[in-house]
């Protein structure tokens, strides 16, 4: 047998690579063993996130140990190529460790986020971390990379003038969003969860606040992802961050030789059984203009949630036009007269 792997080289590098393929998932059952009896019940050890995936980057990293004598024993190292081939296997475990490392930090600070929900600066004290970690790791897994592939940055530091301006120019963009991410925690102009209104008209709720951009779902469910730099240049319109409730208008009008108190009175009764309409702040109507038509007014009713606009809208409307019906109250349209002179 070992005769034999003296005649087929190759062959004797690629067991050699299973064995480390091998060491590496024995590590991931001792290690799975090891954490089942101090994991919670409600969190199996092997769904979760810690302990789902790390059989990748253990066995990728026993293979890269194993690899450079492999590569010898396979006679390998005789090609110009080797190197770049080593510099490959021993890349990917850092490649797999990096992101495995992010994966579990977003999860344990979601779970986090989820549990302080209520607190605002928490949430967003969170976010900032969980993002700057992030980067954290994403560099380093980089600077190993670049270790890896004996790739010296000295040179490129030393011309720091022209790598400076072509770096700027090139990661202006990315630079500005990123700052203007950390200017969004800082300042705090909006919160996970708050309803925003966007200069470009879109309205809809925040879901998330990234290191580069800000996603944004719709009330059409249509995810919009505004970089932060526009976020913080623009002028965003909060509806929920002081004060939760939104007031909803609505414009009608009626015949000039109605009664404005019954008139009044109608309107807020139509409110009643209305069931998005707060009753405190209490409903009210305003009387706006004398129109061509009609007098204009104006009912002006609280809702607990900007997300029910739309629905607390039209069941205002449909409340109007039939308490208006019921109490025989005109609601005018606009009339023209046309006359016809016949020329004698």
Request: aromatic share 10%; proline share 5%.
């Amino acid at each position: 047998m070992i005769q034999w792997f003296h005649l087929n080289p190759f062959a004797h590098g690629v067991l050699i690579l299973l064995f480390g393929a091998l060491i590496g998932y024995v590590l991931y059952l001792i290690l799975i063993k090891i954490t089942r009896g101090r994991t919670p019940v409600s969190l199996s050890p092997i769904r979760s996130p810690a302990l789902q995936y790390i059989w990748l980057p253990l066995i990728l990293t026993t293979i890269a140990i194993f690899a450079d004598d492999a590569i010898e024993r396979a006679g390998l190292n005789v090609y110009f190529w080797w190197d770049e081939f080593l510099a490959m296997l021993q890349s990917l475990p850092v490649i797999a460790w990096t992101w495995q490392l992010i994966a579990i930090c977003r999860f344990y600070f979601f779970r986090l986020t989820d549990q302080h929900t209520e607190e605002t600066n928490v949430v967003h004290s969170l976010a900032l971390v969980s993002n700057l970690i992030t980067l954290l790791f994403i560099v380093g897994g980089c600077y190993v990379i670049l270790r890896i592939w004996s790739l010296d940055l000295s040179p490129l530091l030393t011309s720091a003038g022209l790598v400076t301006a072509v770096g700027a120019i090139a990661a202006r963009d990315a630079l500005s969003d990123f700052l203007g991410g950390i200017t969004i925690f800082l300042d705090r102009p909006y919160h996970i969860g708050d309803f925003v209104v966007l200069t470009s008209g879109e309205r809809g709720e925040v879901v998330n606040i990234g290191i580069r951009s800000t996603k944004i779902r719709t009330r059409d469910d249509v995810h919009i992802s505004v970089p932060n730099s526009v976020m913080i240049g623009a002028k965003t319109m909060n509806e929920t961050s002081l004060v939760p409730q939104y007031r909803v208008r609505c414009r009608v009008g009626v015949a000039y030789n109605s009664d404005l108190l019954e008139v009044e009175n109608v309107l807020l009764d139509s409110l009643k059984d209305n069931p998005f309409v707060l009753h405190e702040p209490e409903p009210r109507v305003r009387y706006r203009d004398f129109g061509d038509w009609a007098v204009e007014l104006e009912v002006l009713a609280w809702i607990k949630d900007p997300r029910d606009r739309g629905f607390a809208r039209d069941l205002i409307i449909r409340g109007i036009h039939q308490a208006f019906r019921d109490e025989k109250i005109d609601i005018p349209c606009p009339q023209k007269e046309i006359t016809i002179k016949k020329d004698e």
